[in-house]
């Protein structure tokens, strides 16, 4: 059975290591999560999957890591401080603040703001007291620069990763000697002070982004858009997580952000919410570069020496939550089964599975001796020095053999080798797959070969 609650996976989560509620033992902080020894792992792994499709594996996107803190006119430039905004309402009675557009939808009213026009039979959902006007909030973080706290000194965390490539356009393009099209892929930290933020870690006000920004002739966008639409569709199949779990949404032209002429979102269908938001892919036009131009004063355009032409290019831009993505690969891989091993202890009915693609396991092989005796103990050491360089691995000698290999499949290991007293006499150890149970001897000279072409590296 698949996970039909949010809940179970977050309790899952916290007890198996994964992802912890931020600042727990001061009451938490609202919607800030830390990621455990698991979850680390997992998450790491998402990412180097993506740097892999992304960079590693084409030959026409390089890299970056571009610093959170940019120069404040980035952000005007960009039309974050003027148009990244949700529009709030307050209960005058019991203050409680509210998404005025949310609360619109939900009478099947249009959301349509003009000051001092709010519908007053909307009132609060709470009390049912009467709200404020609609004022514009800014999801942008602000802090400040130096030792003194004024308006000169104030700048922003950055709301999304791409600006910090935009701004980098002609270093990278010019430092690299690269041709039109190209792209330049980066993954960091963005904040947004989200009003609504929740359902665990698929909306926070710190998360990180794995953004990837296409630069193309204009007359090649269109066929460039529908290439990324169908790229990143793909990579989140071929890591595992099931199709009809995923779908497209087109962005209708009201919903449009502020720099986007065609969008789509990838959608994932999450336990209790439905089919949300898991990634996007945007046709950007040459709003970014063009603002960026208008606001700096630096030329930001592309000569092409073939065409004897000078001008902006077009940006097609993929960009993917590594958190919502981590979250998406470990709800779709959760499973509970009838126990299925371990008869020697008959007190469990259930067993979680975590089908997670060998690539995110956290854990990718375990290292099991079948007793704590000194001769297993040593040679089961042996073994799994022989292969933690190439992967990540886990020792453990506690307990039963059956409840070993479940706590190993509730953390999606992928191969768990068993070291038994034969292995002292026949130097060969027993590898268990974790979906199919099958068991299959093999020389502990031969282990390290065996993995790699189950496991890659
Ligand atoms: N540069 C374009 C951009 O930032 P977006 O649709 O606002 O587009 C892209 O965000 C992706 O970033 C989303 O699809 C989601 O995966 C992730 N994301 C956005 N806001 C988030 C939040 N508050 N918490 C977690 N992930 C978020």
């Given amino acids: 059975m698949p996970a039909d609650t949010l809940e179970k996976v977050v309790n899952f989560a916290k007890r198996r290591g994964f992802v912890f509620q931020s600042s727990e033992i001061y009451g938490g902080l609202s919607s800030c999560y830390d990621y455990g020894p698991l979850g680390v792992e997992l998450k790491n792994n998402v990412k180097k999957a993506w740097w892999k499709a992304m ?58 703001f003009r000051p001092g026009e709010w519908d007053k039979s909307v ?37 999304e990763t791409c600006q910090g490539i935009y701004l980098n356009f002609l270093n990278v393009q010019q430092s690299m000697r690269l041709k039109l099209p190209f792209g330049v892929a980066q993954i960091g930290k963005a904040f947004r002070n989200e009003i609504t933020p929740g359902h665990f870690t698929f909306r926070t006000r710190e998360f990180e982004q794995m953004e990837q920004q296409y630069f193309v002739h204009p007359s090649e966008a269109k066929n460039t858009f529908a290439m990324w639409k169908e790229e990143r569709m793909k990579w989140y199949q071929n890591l595992g997580i099931k199709k009809e779990k995923l779908r497209f949404r087109e962005h209708q032209e009201k919903e449009l952000a502020h720099y986007a002429k065609a969008a789509f979102d990838i959608e994932y269908d999450y336990p209790g919410m439905g089919f949300k938001e898991l990634a996007g892919i945007h046709n950007r036009g040459d709003w970014d570069l063009s603002r960026h131009e208008e606001f700096s004063g630096q030329e930001l355009k592309y000569f092409d020496q073939e065409k004897n032409a000078k001008y902006t290019p077009h940006i097609i831009e993929t960009s993917d939550g590594a958190d919502r993505a981590a979250l998406a690969f470990l709800l779709d891989a959760y499973e509970e089964v009838e126990a299925r091993s371990g008869k020697e202890d008959a007190k469990h009915e259930k067993e979680i599975i975590l089908r997670l693609h060998k690539d995110l396991a956290p854990i990718k092989v375990a290292v099991l001796p079948l007793s704590k005796k000194e001769p297993l103990q040593k040679l089961s050491k042996e073994v799994r020095s022989g292969l933690r360089n190439t992967w990540m691995t886990q020792y453990d000698e506690t307990g039963a053999i059956g409840k070993r290999y479940r706590r190993q499949d509730e953390i999606g290991t992928p191969y768990c080798v068993t070291i038994d007293f034969e292995s002292l006499e026949d130097k060969q150890v027993t590898v268990r797959d974790r979906d199919t149970m099958e068991q299959e001897r093999v020389e502990i000279g031969e282990l390290k070969d065996y993995l790699d072409k189950k496991l890659g590296n």
């Fill in 123 to 159: 009132t609060c959902p709470d009390c049912g007291g009467e709200l404020t006007d609609v004022r514009k909030f800014n999801l942008m973080f602000k802090t400040f620069m130096g030792a003194v706290e004024d308006e000169a000194s104030q700048i922003y965390l950055r709301p």
């Fill in 55 to 112: 960079v590693r594996e084409r030959n026409d996107v390089v890299g970056l890591d571009s610093a959170i803190l940019m120069h404040p006119k980035t952000w005007e430039a960009s039309g974050h401080v003027e148009g990244f905004t949700d529009p709030l309402v307050d209960c005058k009675k019991c203050k409680k603040r509210w998404r005025a557009d949310h609360l619109l939808e939900a009478k099947g009213i249009k959301p349509d």
